[in-house]
């Protein structure tokens, strides 16, 4: 029988940064063939995500050719590629 035990107590996410000890509070992913990276709320852990303190995750910056999408909430905003080459 399933019971809510099984559930594994909330845990503490930590930034992903390494000089950075605060709670995660956004997950990054990203796709290199789409040069996307999306900026999500807290979601499932997930190998290919990586937890950003918000701090860090306003700060995020993307590599040049880059999207951006920050899904978080209702901030469902493409940030645009100034640069294009
Ligand atoms: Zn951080």
Redesign the pocket.
Known sequence: MLTTAMDSPVSAR????P????V?GASLSYDYRARTVWLDEDVDPDPSRHD??????RRLRVPHGWRLIDRRGNAAVAVPVSAAG
């Open positions: 930590r930034c992903a940064r000089d950075c000890a605060q995660a950003l303190c918000l701090p860090h995750a």
